[in-house]
């Protein structure tokens, strides 16, 4: 069964630093969603990719995050500086069509100290 | 805006016991509705969606979710659980004219012996 890969799976900052997440969509999956998640919460959407281009960032911190997704493939999310507060899991998915929903990476653990 | 209210954040029941998770959302169009399971340290697996037609929907690992569109709900049922069901259980509202994923707070179910 195809999958999304996500990497790292944990990382450890110091805040401050900076630090990036990678993410490979399932093949043809043009819809691309970057998502965290607080400890105890459900995910909220950071960033939404539809091919290369961004489709919703309303909820990206745009002062310290970014994201990329050059050629409509894998994406890259960064925080630059990271902060305390930062610390949650950061979940990658995919989708083909919206009516499927998606399919989640396993996600990277992030803990800023 | 839509929104996804999950009433209980921890239901905790015996094993071979029914169970069922509540979730209320608000929408005032058509709507697709998910449900996810997530383990510990480990990504969003879905469990069931409902698009249209049958309002009783049924899902992976033995659940089934029954839609009520007169009172907004979508509550997710087992009628005999498992040690191995103890999980993190989120609802999930999409809008019919959006990729975006709205997802409730969460319900750890805890199964005990």
């Known amino acids: 069964e195809a999958e999304v890969a996500q990497s790292p799976r944990y990382k450890i900052t110091e805040k401050s630093q900076a630090v990036a997440f990678w993410c490979d969509p399932i093949?043809?999956?043009?819809?691309l969603y970057w998502y965290r998640q607080i400890l105890g919460q459900g995910p909220e959407l950071l960033v939404q990719?539809?091919?290369?281009?961004?489709?919703?960032d309303s909820q990206l911190p745009k002062d310290r995050f970014s994201a990329e997704r050059l050629k409509g493939v894998d994406s890259t999310l960064k925080i630059q500086p990271a902060e305390l507060g930062d610390s949650a899991m950061y979940l990658c998915?995919?989708?083909?069509?919206?009516?499927?929903?998606?399919?989640f990476g396993s996600g990277t653990r992030l803990t800023v100290v | 805006a839509q929104s996804v209210t999950q009433l209980d954040s921890q239901v905790p029941v015996f094993e071979e016991a029914p169970v069922e998770l509540r979730c209320n959302y608000s929408?005032?169009?058509?709507?697709?509705l998910f449900w996810y399971v997530q383990y510990p340290n480990q990504g969003l697996q879905l469990l069931l969606k409902?698009?249209?037609?049958?309002?009783l929907v049924k899902g992976i690992n033995g659940f089934e979710a029954e839609f009520n569109k007169s009172q907004t709900s979508f509550h997710l049922r087992k009628p005999s659980v498992h040690i191995s069901d103890t999980a993190e259980y989120f609802c999930?509202?999409?809008?019919?004219?959006?990729?975006?994923?709205?997802f409730g707070s969460g319900t750890r179910l805890l199964v005990r012996p």
């Open positions: 998915a995919s989708s083909e069509d919206r009516a499927y929903g998606y399919t």
């Open positions: 093949s043809g999956h043009a819809t």
């Open positions: 990719f539809q091919d290369e281009s961004v489709v919703d």
């Open positions: 929408s005032s169009v058509s709507v697709y």
């Open positions: 409902y698009l249209s037609g049958s309002t």
């Open positions: 999930a509202v999409r809008g019919d004219s959006s990729y975006k994923l709205i």
